[in-house]
């Protein structure tokens, strides 16, 4: 069980657990040290923390994080911000656009707000250009819809509706 000792003395602060130690003048400056990571914060105008593998300095306008040991890297400047890990990334300008791809999965999300979102992978995909248009496929459908006055729903060799509205509606069957 590691001691821990924390002692306050009107806005002073000072802890230790372990090899760890913290100092700080609450609630805005604090200094951390320890064997694996130190951490200087002075708020509200930056945070760094660094150790042997990884780095993270932190502002109110950029910021990184990055380092093996965390498995991620991820920033933002300004509104633009990203995110990378061996396996999955994501992009975008908040609050507008966000993109996300997932390669295990093989799978890209894009929404660009208010007007576009789209879900793809190798099964199926989703694309929504809101409020009037969506469309859907997978390996045995596909649906498509233009409100008010299209819909089609194509279920590939089985059978197919589509209609145009005020014009007409068809639909077809497959015979065994």
Same mark, same amino acid.
Do not use: K
């Given at each position: 069980?590691? !001691? ?7 806005? +002073? ?5 372990? @090899?760890?130690?913290?100092?700080? *003048?609450?609630?805005? #400056? $604090?200094?951390?040290?320890? @064997?694996?990571?130190?951490? #200087?914060?002075?708020?509200?105008? $930056?945070?760094? =923390? ?15 994080? /990055?380092?093996? %040991? ?7 400047? %300004? ?5 990378? /890990? #061996? !396996?999955? /990334?994501?992009?975008?300008? +908040? ?6 791809? !997932?390669? @295990? ?7 660009? *707000? ?6 793809? &992978? @190798?099964?199926? &995909? ?13 390996? %045995? ?5 233009? *409100?008010?006055? +299209? ?22 069957? =497959?015979?065994?």
């Amino acid at each position: 069980m590691t !001691d821990v000792h924390t002692n306050i003395a009107g806005p +002073f602060l000072y802890r230790r657990s372990g @090899p760890m130690r913290t100092y700080g *003048l609450m609630p805005v #400056a $604090f200094y951390r040290t320890g @064997p694996a990571w130190t951490s #200087a914060t002075l708020l509200p105008v $930056f945070h760094v =923390a660094a150790g042997p593998e990884r780095l993270r300095v932190l502002t109110p306008i950029a910021g990184v994080s /990055s380092g093996r %040991g965390l498995g991620t890297t991820w920033g933002y400047a %300004g509104p633009c911000w990203w995110q990378r /890990s #061996a !396996d999955r /990334s994501g992009d975008g300008l +908040f609050p507008l656009l966000w993109h996300f791809h !997932d390669r @295990p999965r093989q799978e890209r999300t894009v929404l660009l *707000l208010p007007l576009w979102y789209s879900r793809t &992978s @190798p099964e199926s &995909s989703f694309h929504a250009g809101f409020p009037l248009v969506w469309h859907h496929r997978t390996i %045995g459908t596909r649906s498509t819809v233009v *409100l008010p006055i +299209f819909f089609d729903v194509n279920r590939f060799h089985e059978e197919r509706t589509t209609v145009v509205l005020p014009f007409g509606w068809r639909h077809y069957t =497959a015979e065994d």
